[in-house]
């Protein structure tokens, strides 16, 4: 559930009182996991309010409307996100793992990210053609989570060829990032985001897209070798 001091957000109505905050974060926690199986136009304020013991007069005193609520969830969302990046600049098991481990410890806490959000990303998505600025957040997190660990998996990769293995990285994260994505908004199996086995084969994929980077001839052995 979000702590009262998370619920400062824009669209919601701001509240001193103890047992009110908790009733909007209450409200707050209810919607995320009704998105887990229900679509956005499909989520009821009605059958939200009866979920938590809230009036629907309680929910349109704490939120502006429907699209302001979602908005707030989006915002939690983005802000776990946000933290989940601060910890993993101060994590030290990263600062001493090898490239094998590094990548799993990585795809591991963005698959653990979507996992807590999956309601509210799939929503987000699924309004990406109507409200692109929706998505645009999260947009700008997978671009910050690339940013943090290139510099780490680089530091594995061995020196050489800067540019060609930040690049590798970037692929790398493109696609696991686009696989989850997938994953959330069309569950096309065989694995779906739940399953630990997508976190075996993401973080392998990771791993070998950047040891082929790795041992990839350099440009002036490729002349050599044509001639």
């Known amino acids: 559930m979000p702590r009262s001091a998370e619920l400062d957000l824009p669209g919601v109505t701001p509240s001193r009182q103890k047992r009110s905050r908790e009733t909007t974060a209450a409200l707050l926690q209810a919607g995320a996991e009704l998105l887990r199986t229900h679509s956005l136009a499909e989520l009821s304020i009605e059958a939200l309010c009866r979920q938590v013991g809230a009036t629907v007069g309680a929910f349109y005193s704490r939120f502006e409307s429907k699209e302001a609520y979602f908005n707030a969830l989006l915002a939690l969302a983005a802000r776990d996100g946000e933290s989940r990046l601060s910890r993993m600049k101060e994590d030290k098991r990263l600062r ?96 779906s985001i739940h399953d630990r086995e997508m976190e075996d084969r993401l973080s392998n994929c990771l791993l070998l897209l950047l040891q082929a980077e790795m041992t990839a001839p350099t440009a002036g052995v490729s002349r050599k070798r044509k001639r």
């Open 96 to 191: 001493d793992a090898e490239l094998s481990e590094l990548g799993r410890l990585l795809v591991r806490g963005t698959i653990g990210w979507i996992r807590n959000h999956e309601g509210v990303l799939r929503a987000a998505l699924q309004h990406d053609d109507t409200r692109p600025d929706r998505w645009s957040t999260f947009k700008s997190l997978a671009r910050a989570n690339v940013a943090g660990a290139t510099p780490i998996l680089l530091g594995a990769m061995g020196k050489g060829r800067k540019a060609a293995k930040t690049r590798a990285i970037g692929f790398g994260f493109q696609v696991v990032l686009g696989t989850l994505v997938n994953a959330v908004l069309n569950d096309p199996g065989p694995l």
